[in-house]
């Protein structure tokens, strides 16, 4: 079988290469001449980790390609899977559709034989009636079928979550979709991944109810760690009493400065607007983004609060992207509090093992970027960990005391044993616990 993959970013570039270990010929098409010219080198755009060598011995068997012409990578495709990005509307926070269409009429126009458009990108519900209509219109002639497949990976451990997702949603009315998406996963159907086949507006309804869902979890836990600082309860006491119960699970009860990531924070959003735009307003939804959105603006009060103020003082911070093995910084929570930490008056030094580079045209050119933890740490007043990267778990508490020149240390993630820091000399602040 052959597909072509439209986009090659976190979604598009794993899927495709996953697809083409699957045994799949698989052509990724994008736009970006720059990032198709770097795969084409073996040079992987993103930190995602396993990629770099999923993509080069696929590659090398000659079942992975990659181009920027989109004629050529759906000529002779069985499906061609939209993968482009949708994130939110200036100005009104509508998920914008504007790529996905674009690639769905070039795809029409491109396409030479009958083949179903796959839609993998997330996008609100009654896109892929749109998505029927524009590829209807573009090519009255030829039977391409619509449907409906949305991508639940992480990034971090994206190869796994494709290669093993705990299901796949497959939306659509045609039967010929159907047979085409079951003959794609058929590696899934071997290991008995639960595989969902619904009606288009169901598999789309899903996606943005299943992270929603999510980040209402996050949310709720955030909030019950700040009534926990309150009362003197230890939020990881709770999360784990409550998360023991199987009908909570244990999943994400971690609290934090907030989410952030290229996913809930546009998704959430973007679900609230359809259900305005539906009279039906998703008002448990509002109110998780408004919570959260206050969440991440507040934490550099907490790190003033603990520092007795930032005017003048040096603040290491640790970790930029919203979670640890990405190099993601899209609405990061870094994003939020950096920026209002040089407000304050601090110097910020800073440092992210993958995140940097994607951090610097979004930070202010203020921000001084250091080699590593220690490197930040060194003379610094405040210590703030941001995201929870496993090679800050294990900084020893004696190192970070003898080169800081201050002893305050906030800790947005819990990574740190409260009782091995405060020996090492420090004033420590955590999430949800003392
Ligand atoms: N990133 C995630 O973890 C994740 C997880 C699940 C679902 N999703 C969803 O998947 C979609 C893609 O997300 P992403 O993070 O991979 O986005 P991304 O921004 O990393 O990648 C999108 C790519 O599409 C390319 N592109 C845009 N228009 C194109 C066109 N007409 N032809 C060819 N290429 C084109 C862009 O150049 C870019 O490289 C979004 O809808 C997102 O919500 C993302």
Redesign the pocket.
């Known amino acids: 079988m052959k597909i072509a993959m439209?986009?090659?970013?976190?979604?598009?570039?794993?899927s495709g290469a996953c697809f083409s270990e699957f045994g799949i010929e698989v052509c990724i098409?994008?736009?970006?001449l720059a990032?198709v010219e770097a795969l084409r080198k073996g040079v992987i755009?993103?930190f995602e980790p396993g990629l770099d060598a999923l993509v080069a011995d696929n590659v090398r068997d000659g079942r992975l390609t990659f181009t920027?012409s989109?004629e050529e990578a759906v000529d002779g495709a069985d499906a061609v899977f939209i993968?482009?990005?949708?994130?939110s509307r200036r100005g009104d926070g509508h998920?914008d559709l504007t790529?996905?269409f674009?690639?769905a009429e070039?795809v029409a126009k491109a396409l030479k034989a009958p083949a179903v458009i796959v839609t993998?990108?997330?996008?609100p519900v009654g896109t892929g009636r749109k998505v029927q209509a524009i590829v209807k219109a573009a090519r009255p002639d030829l039977q391409i079928d619509v449907a409906s497949n949305?991508?639940?990976?992480?990034?971090g451990s994206?190869i796994g979550d494709f290669m093993r997702p705990d299901r796949v949603v497959i939306g659509t009315d045609s039967e010929r979709a159907q047979a085409v998406l079951k003959r794609l996963y058929r590696p899934l159907f071997l290991i008995e991944t639960p595989i969902l086949f619904t009606g288009l507006e169901t598999a789309e309804l899903t996606?943005y109810a299943g992270n929603a869902f999510l980040a209402m979890k996050i949310t709720f836990i955030n909030e019950i760690a700040d009534l926990c600082e309150k009362t003197g309860a230890d939020v990881h006491d709770v999360a784990r009493g409550i998360g023991l119960d199987g009908r909570i699970g244990r999943k994400f009860l971690h609290p934090g400065p907030g989410y952030g990531?290229?996913?809930f924070p546009?998704?959430t959003l973007a679900l609230t607007k359809t259900g305005q735009d539906f009279g039906v307003p998703i008002r448990l939804v509002e109110t998780t983004v408004a919570v959260n959105d206050a969440r991440k603006k507040a934490m550099a009060g907490r790190v003033a609060a603990a520092a007795g103020g930032l005017k003048g003082k040096t603040v290491a911070v640790l970790g930029l992207t919203f979670k640890p093995n990405?190099d993601?910084m899209?609405d990061s929570p870094a994003l939020d509090i950096v920026p209002a930490l040089l407000e304050a008056g601090a110097s910020v030094r800073a440092y992210d093992p993958e995140g940097m580079k994607a951090a610097k045209p979004l930070l202010p050119d203020a921000v001084q970027y250091c080699k590593d933890a220690l490197d930040t740490a060194a003379g610094a007043d405040v210590l703030v960990v941001i995201t929870e990267w496993n090679e800050f778990r294990a900084l020893s508490p004696a190192r970070l005391a003898a080169t800081m020149k201050g002893k305050v240390v906030v800790d947005l993630r819990n990574i740190f044993d409260p009782v091995a820091i405060r020996e090492a000399g420090f004033a420590y602040t955590s999430i949800g616990r003392h």
């Open positions: 439209i986009g090659a970013g976190y979604v598009g570039l794993v098409v994008d736009t970006d990032k755009p993103i920027t989109t993968a482009v990005g949708t994130p998920a790529y996905v674009a690639a070039q993998k990108s997330t996008v949305p991508e639940f990976l992480r990034e994206a996606k990531g290229s996913c546009k998704d990405t993601d899209r």
